[in-house]
């Protein structure tokens, strides 16, 4: 599944219900969600894990569709060209900072 299918699906699914919440409610629940991915990370089972981590991009491509954004299109402006930091593919950063 592409991101662009993953948010026409997440707002086929609960489009109406995410507009009522709004962006700052749907922030808190992804916030959320990272706590239950912590858990999985440190304790549980790789189905766990795997869910926790669809259930953190689900609430992330919920934001995206409250605020109007393409996250398909908003990766590959970041990332479609290599590296945003050193525009090297693989990175060359040093290992120590950001990105």
Same mark, same amino acid.
């Given at each position: 599944? =592409?991101?662009?299918?993953?948010?026409? $699906?997440?707002? %086929?699914?609960?489009? +109406? @219900?995410? &507009? %009522? !919440?709004?962006? &700052? %409610? =749907?922030?808190?629940?992804? *916030? &959320?969600?990272? /706590? #239950?991915?912590? #858990? +999985?990370?440190?304790?549980? =089972?790789?189905?766990?894990?795997?869910?926790?981590? *669809?259930?953190?991009? +689900?609430?992330?491509? =919920?934001?995206?569709?409250? $605020?109007?954004?393409?996250? /398909? &299109? *908003?990766?590959? !402006? @970041?990332?479609?060209? /290599?590296?945003? /930091?050193?525009?090297?593919?693989?990175?060359?950063?040093?290992? *120590?900072? @950001?990105?």
């Amino acid at each position: 599944m =592409t991101l662009s299918a993953l948010q026409r $699906r997440i707002e %086929a699914l609960y489009g +109406a @219900k995410d &507009a %009522a !919440r709004g962006d &700052a %409610a =749907t922030f808190l629940w992804l *916030a &959320a969600e990272f /706590g #239950e991915l912590a #858990e +999985a990370l440190r304790s549980g =089972t790789d189905e766990e894990l795997a869910l926790e981590m *669809a259930d953190v991009l +689900a609430w992330l491509a =919920t934001l995206a569709n409250l $605020r109007g954004i393409d996250l /398909g &299109a *908003a990766v590959s !402006r @970041k990332y479609g060209a /290599g590296c945003p /930091g050193c525009g090297s593919e693989p990175c060359r950063c040093d290992p *120590a900072e @950001k990105p």
